[in-house]
């Protein structure tokens, strides 16, 4: 693990990187702390929605992945993904992980030039945050900004990467692995892409 990824950013990186997403057409909100994020994820999805959550530390820890997915609030997609058989069901797995209302992750990194970094070890989650889902909410600690796209990847690596294999390894015995990943550099269709840029650190 890199120390110098896991540090804050201070206020002008977060005023750049605002500036910068917003030049690309994403939405950003620059919130306190994680209980405002909580807050602003209900206010922004409707009740029944279908919401699909990527599988990451900053919702868990958050608790925001317990207000979608147990909260009874929405259509959960998750719960209904762990629940199916892939064997059986691996069409019905991959629509609906692929096409919901709403995606709501987090990233693995952003840049102050304005681009969202995501890695996935299936590349199961990335299809929604890419286009397939009609509204996407990303959740993103201080510590996940960076200066430009090559240090970016250099945080996937050195930082986000041992974490998550220690992470799996506790949890199904088997390290992880970058497979896939998603640089999304703009947004174009105006409102899709919401970015919750929390003053605090949280996640990997």
């Not at 199961?124 to 889902?133: I, K, M, R, T, V």
Request: with cysteine; hydrophobic share 45%; aromatic share 4%.
């Amino acid at each position: 693990m890199n120390e110098s990824f896991a540090t804050p950013a201070s206020p002008e990186q977060l005023d750049r990187t605002a500036a910068a997403l917003r030049a690309r057409g994403f939405v950003v909100e620059v919130l306190d702390d994680v209980a405002a994020a909580r807050i602003r994820v209900k206010d922004l999805i409707p009740d029944r929605a279908t919401v699909f959550t990527g599988a990451s530390e900053t919702l868990r820890q958050s608790g925001i992945d317990d207000d979608i997915n147990a909260g009874g609030r929405y259509d959960a997609v998750r719960p209904r993904v762990l629940a199916a058989d892939r064997a059986t069901e691996a069409d019905a797995i991959r629509r609906m992980s692929a096409t919901p209302d709403y995606v709501v992750n987090s990233v693995a990194a952003v840049t102050e030039t304005g681009s969202l970094v995501l890695a996935s070890g299936t590349g199961s989650q990335l299809p929604a945050n890419a286009g397939g889902a009609a509204h996407a909410i990303w959740i993103v600690g201080a510590q996940k900004v960076v200066p430009d796209l090559a240090t970016a990847l250099r945080r996937v690596e050195e930082h986000c990467l041992p974490l998550e294999s220690a992470r799996t390894m506790q949890a199904y015995k088997s390290p992880s692995t970058v497979s896939r990943m998603l640089v999304l550099n703009r947004e174009l269709i105006p409102g899709r892409g919401t970015v919750l840029l929390l003053r605090e650190a949280v996640g990997f």
